[in-house]
Structure formats: structure tokens, C-alpha cells
């Protein structure tokens, strides 16, 4: 027995990964499956109908209740009204002719009284009181006794001091009904008859609920009369189904409330509730078979995708060593089943990865190369051009055109302090020099006013700051915020101060304008497209490169409300350099 056990053992400890894997499936998830099948199947059925049963009584035990409430409270609206003196008074008082006094004792008893009613039951459809005394038709508040004596239901509730409760078809539709007489008769000469007409479908609206799920909800009164049914049936043929109704075919449940002597039944086929649970068996058998099959194929797919040679890994891993360090890309073939294939897939992964970060950085630092060679050109032409901006200004005096001489010198300000030589620092006192003739020469330009405010701490003038920064936020305020608004009162303005955060010393920034403004999504896009010319991703770029994480660079837009562009950055390039470091 032991050595058997040993040569089981043995056998599948020398199985491929599939096969045991394989052999674990079948027995760890398809026989218990099937076990769970066969055994289920015997006891859903009887759990289920066990359940149905117990929560339809919850259900109908509520529905009633909620019924019997309803009665009770127009039970006691009506006992109410029965004892009312005031009614009593106007309904049996000698009027002679006197119209108005009638009328007078109608609207100022009945109708209040009546309309508050309506105001406090939802349900209330209507209330009348037919009266046999020598009274006029009011509102249809008060009607003759005749208009009752033709109601087919008059009969039922003839001579019923206490409420009565029928339904009646009139006009196709569906009416409830509660009558009694008020006031003794032997006190008062007139027959007075009390009436409700409450929503039937309002009424009965627990049971409509009861009946959504195929149950059908039959209603009768002590006499066997029809109250209420959802029944597609007739009412001469579903008495007698009622009454031999089988219980092996039918769910049945039965009800009574003692306040009218209605009988309530409760049924539904079994039919219907074994379809319900065969469908759910169904459906939850075939759901776990696919559950199955899709593990399954999964396992499959998981054996033959992780079988690959250790061997072929470590050769791999000697090429990339001694291989050139320019091409890391490595492409592994697995062609055996016993070895764990995902390590390659995620070793090649890894390498592409490797190739693909030294393949960008090289590509940032070939950008960085020719940025600084793209200034370095920029050095070249500066000198023409100072030398062509001064002969134009000389030529602008002596000709006497002051405004030409005036935007000669802004634009010379404006190259000179841009260009600054082809060094990336300048510092905030050029940089603002730079911004100021910007703003100037595009004013000529415009044929509107702009209000143009600076409110600069002129200690920082000799601060280094990187040079053409300000340039394209305040193009933007310009061309994008200013330019295009309707307002009359436009204003730029540019606040720079200096600031202490985090126990350190930063320069910032506002250039804020009250232009037409931008949504969310055209912020984010400055920030994301690379324009043909020196944008914004450009500048929080550069401020990326020379500061790291160490300054801040925001736009705060609202439309028609105007723009806020926010730079922060260390006060000294010593202290960018110290934060660095610590990074």
C-alpha cells in the first residue's frame, strides 16, 4: 500500500505543469460541481416554495392591514359626521321657501366642513347626504333621497345605521362606496342617508401590489357579493372557482377583516412558481457550466503560457550582457511545457522597457542639444540687427516721426532683452524690461484702450530669472483674454513680490487680465500641445528642467471673467541647486 501510494506520488510529481494542473481541475472543481448539481437539484424546489409561501403571508398580512386601516379611519370619519349636530340641524330645519337661508346654512356648515374633509383623505372622491326633506340639490353636496333609490346597490344599505360598504359598476368603471343613515328617526321626520365615494383603485391599491407577481386577489363580502378582483374571470364563474379551488394545483391563502366581514383569497398556480424556479435552476446551472468551461480553457491557456525553459532565460541574460547596451530589445520563444513561461514574457517586457527610457532620454538630451544650439544661432544675427534698428531710428528723427522712432527703440528693448546674448538666465529686471516693450509695441496695434498696471518690488530687479518666461503669459493675456473681448474697461496686470514658502525664498508672479477667459479644457490643452512657436508647454518645460519640482506655473481661467497666469520659482539659482541636491 505504501509503495503504491509512493509510485501515485512519484508519478505525478513527474507529470508537466499542464497535466497537473489538469488532474487539480478536474478534481478540485468539475466532481464537486457535479456532486453540487445532483444534490441542489433535490432541494431548491421545496426551499424555494418554502419561501414563497412565507413571505406571500408577510405580504398579504401587510396588504390587509393596510386595507383594514383605510376602513377604519372612513369608519370613523363616518361616526363622526353621524354624531354631528350641526348637520343633523341644517338637514331637518323647515326652510318654508327660504332659499337663502337654505343656501346660507349649506355654505356655511356643509361645504366647509366638507371641503376639509377632501383636503385631509386623498382617497375621498366625494361625499353626499340624499335627504328626504323639502330640500334643493346643493353642489352635489346634498341630493334628494330619490337620487339613491336608483342605485342598484340601494337595497344593500336601506335602513343601515352603521356603514355599509358596496362597489358598484357604473359607467364602466369601477366606484366604493360606505352609506348609513344619520339621525335617529324617530327624533327627526327626514330620512337622511350619509355617503363616501372613495378611489377604487387608490382603496385597493395594496392588493394591485399583491398581484404584480401572477397572484390574483379576490375580495367578497359576507353576502358572497363581488368587492374586488384581479381576476380575468367573471364574477358568476369565480365563485365556484373559489369554491373548488384545488390546493395541489394552487397556492391558496385566505384572509378576513372583521371591520366589513370582507374575505380576502390569495392565489397562484404552482404552475407559475414551479416555471419561476425551474428558470432560476436553469439559468443558474447553465451560468455555472460556463463558469467552468471558462476556467477551464483559462487553465489551458495558463499551463501551456507558463511552460517554458529556465535555460533559455539564462542564456538571454548572458546576450544582454555582453551585447550593446544601445539595443536591449529581447525576444524570448518558449518551446518547452515543464518551465514557467510568464518569467520570460515579463523579462522581455522588462528590457523593452529599459530600451524604450534610454531611447527618450537620449532623444531629451538630443532636444536639449539643439534648443542650445538654436540660441547659440540667435547669437550670430543680433548685431545686423541692433546696427539696422539704430539707422532706422536715426532716419525715423530726423524725418520727425517720433511714434516710428519710439517703436524702433521698444523693438531693439524687445530683441535685446529676448536674445540676451544666448544665455539662459538673465535677470527679473530684463525679463520685465522684455515684457514692458512687448506690451507697448502690441498697443499700437490695438484700436482700443488697455489699461496696463505693474506692481513690481523693485528689490528683486537684480534677481536671476530665466530668460523669456513672461513673454508668452502675457502674449496669451494679450491676443487670447484681452483681444478678444467686448468690454470697454480692459486691464493688465502684472504684480510680481516676493514671497516665503516652505522656510524658503521664492519669487512670484501674477499676470492676470479680465478678458473674455477660458474653459477647463482649453487650459489643460495649453499645457498639452506642442505649438510652432515658443507656448506654453514650452515654458513649463524649461521651468521643469531648470527647477525640478521646485516652482509652480498655473493658469486660473473663468470664462468672461478674465485670466490669471501664476509662476513661482526659488529666489536664487544657489538655492534651486541646494533643493537639487536634497532630491
Not at 358596496?166 to 366604493?176: N, R, T
Not at 365563485?239 to 384572509?255: C, E, R, V
Not at 378576513?256 to 412558481?273: A, L, M, R
Request: hydrophobic share 40%; proline share 3%; aromatic share 12%.
Amino acid at each position: 500500500m505504501t509503495n503504491t501510494l509512493k509510485r501515485i506520488k512519484r508519478g505525478f510529481l513527474d507529470l508537466g505543469i499542464r497535466r497537473k494542473v489538469l488532474i487539480i481541475f478536474l478534481l478540485m472543481g468539475a466532481l464537486p460541481f457535479l456532486c453540487y448539481i445532483i444534490l441542489s437539484n433535490r432541494y431548491t424546489n421545496r426551499i424555494i416554495l418554502e419561501r414563497e409561501r412565507s413571505l406571500t403571508e408577510l405580504a398579504l398580512e401587510q396588504a390587509v392591514s393596510s386595507v383594514d386601516n383605510k376602513l377604519v379611519t372612513y369608519n370613523n370619519l363616518s361616526n363622526f359626521m353621524f354624531n354631528n349636530n350641526a348637520i343633523l340641524k341644517v338637514l331637518n330645519t323647515s326652510y318654508n321657501d327660504d332659499y337663502f337661508k337654505m343656501y346660507k346654512a349649506y355654505s356655511d356648515t356643509i361645504e366647509p366642513l366638507f371641503l376639509t374633509y377632501y383636503a385631509l383623505y386623498p382617497d375621498l372622491e366625494a361625499i353626499t347626504i340624499y335627504s328626504s326633506g323639502d330640500i334643493h340639490p346643493y353642489n352635489n353636496y346634498i341630493l334628494g333621497l330619490d337620487s339613491l333609490y336608483q342605485k342598484d346597490w340601494f337595497p344593500q344599505v336601506h335602513n343601515q345605521y352603521i356603514p355599509t360598504w358596496v362597489s358598484s359598476m357604473e359607467d364602466g368603471k369601477p366606484y366604493l362606496y360606505s352609506t348609513r343613515l344619520i339621525g335617529d328617526i324617530r327624533q327627526y321626520k327626514n330620512s337622511n342617508y350619509l355617503s363616501f365615494r372613495i378611489n377604487y383603485d387608490l382603496f385597493f391599491e395594496p392588493f394591485l401590489s399583491l398581484s404584480e407577481d401572477k397572484y390574483d386577489v379576490v375580495v367578497t363580502a359576507r353576502d358572497g357579493s363581488l368587492i374586488f378582483s384581479t381576476s380575468d374571470l367573471p364574477e358568476e364563474e369565480l365563485t365556484p372557482f373559489l369554491a373548488n379551488m384545488s390546493d395541489t394545483q394552487y397556492l391558496k391563502l385566505t384572509s378576513f377583516i372583521p371591520e366589513t366581514g370582507w374575505n380576502i383569497c390569495y392565489y397562484k398556480t404552482y404552475t407559475s412558481i414551479h416555471s419561476a424556479v425551474n428558470a432560476i435552476t436553469r439559468g443558474t446551472y447553465a451560468f455555472g457550466w460556463i463558469i467552468l468551461l471558462f476556467l477551464g480553457v483559462m487553465v489551458l491557456i495558463i499551463s501551456i503560457s507558463i511552460v517554458t525553459p529556465i535555460e533559455d532565460l539564462t542564456e538571454k541574460i548572458d546576450e544582454v550582457r555582453s551585447g550593446d547596451m544601445n539595443d536591449l530589445s529581447v525576444s524570448l520563444v518558449s518551446e518547452r511545457h515543464d518551465e514557467i513561461g510568464t518569467l520570460f514574457h515579463t523579462f522581455s517586457h522588462m528590457m523593452g522597457e529599459i530600451n524604450h527610457y534610454i531611447m527618450v532620454n537620449l532623444k531629451h538630451e538630443l532636444e536639449k542639444k539643439n534648443y542650445q544650439q538654436k540660441i547659440l544661432y540667435a547669437q550670430i544675427n543680433p548685431h545686423f540687427l541692433y546696427n539696422s534698428l539704430s539707422l532706422i531710428n536715426s532716419r525715423a528723427i530726423l524725418s520727425g516721426q517720433n511714434d516710428i522712432s519710439e517703436m524702433v527703440i521698444l523693438l531693439s528693448t524687445f530683441y535685446r532683452t529676448a536674445l540676451n546674448k544666448g544665455k539662459d538666465i538673465t535677470t527679473l529686471g530684463n525679463e520685465l524690461m522684455n515684457i514692458q516693450a512687448y506690451v507697448k509695441i502690441q498697443l499700437f496695434s490695438y484700436s482700443e484702450s488697455i489699461d496696463v498696471v505693474y506692481n513690481i518690488e523693485t528689490s528683486l530687479s537684480g534677481a536671476p530669472f530665466p530668460n523669456f518666461i513672461l513673454q508668452p503669459l502675457v502674449e496669451n493675456a494679450l491676443d487670447h483674454g484681452l483681444k478678444n473681448s467686448l468690454k470697454k474697461d480692459k486691464k493688465l496686470t502684472v504684480t510680481v513680490k516676493k514671497e516665503e514658502y516652505m522656510t524658503m525664498d521664492f519669487i512670484s508672479i501674477w499676470i492676470e487680465d479680465n478678458g473674455c477667459g477660458m474653459e477647463k479644457d482649453a487650459v489643460d490643452h495649453l499645457f498639452s500641445v506642442q505649438t510652432s512657436g515658443y507656448g506654453m508647454k514650452n515654458v513649463n518645460d524649461r521651468l521643469r528642467l531648470l527647477y525640478g519640482d521646485h516652482y509652480m506655473l498655473t493658469i486660473d481661467s473663468e470664462p468672461d471673467r478674465g485670466t490669471t497666469a501664476f509662476v513661482r520659482i526659488p529666489c536664487n539659482m544657489g538655492q534651486n541647486d541646494k533643493l537639487r541636491r536634497k532630491t
